[in-house]
């Protein structure tokens, strides 16, 4: 059973980096896309980031492309999401979540597999 576990969440200024991990174990994570979820107190969970089980292809949102990046590191079974020029918007939980054999796009029929989360705030 694939566990994840998020970390790198922190307290940053506005401007600053951030560099997230969501760790896996239990499976191969180079067999699951992985998605980067964040939920605002109050706001409803926005999909930022996916990367593909497939070719390794990656998709953002409007509002972190190009202040965001999506990788992983297949030796350490682990997916990062590197984040520059953060802002006061950006704070919020971050999640990941894996799709077995996934490909970056919507499926009703699959098993999600989420990790519990890491904070992130940007402030001054």
């Known amino acids: 059973q694939l566990q994840l576990v998020e970390s790198g969440g922190g307290l940053v200024q506005p401007g600053g980096s951030l560099r997230l991990s969501c760790a896996a174990s239990?499976?191969?994570?180079?067999?699951?896309?992985v998605n980067w979820f964040r939920q605002a107190p109050g706001k409803e969970r926005e999909g930022l980031s996916c990367?593909?089980?497939?070719?390794?292809?990656?998709t953002y949102v409007d509002s972190v492309k190009g202040r965001f990046t999506i990788s992983r590191d297949s030796a350490k079974n682990t997916v990062y999401l590197q984040m520059n020029s953060l802002k006061a918007e950006d704070t919020a939980v971050y999640y990941c979540?894996?799709?077995?054999?996934?490909?970056?796009?919507?499926?009703?029929?699959?098993?999600?597999?989420w990790g519990r989360g890491t904070q992130v705030t940007v402030s001054s």
């Open positions: 979540q894996a799709v077995y054999l996934g490909m970056c796009r919507p499926d009703p029929h699959a098993t999600l597999y």
């Open positions: 239990g499976a191969i994570l180079d067999n699951y896309a």
């Open positions: 990367i593909s089980s497939s070719d390794g292809s990656s």
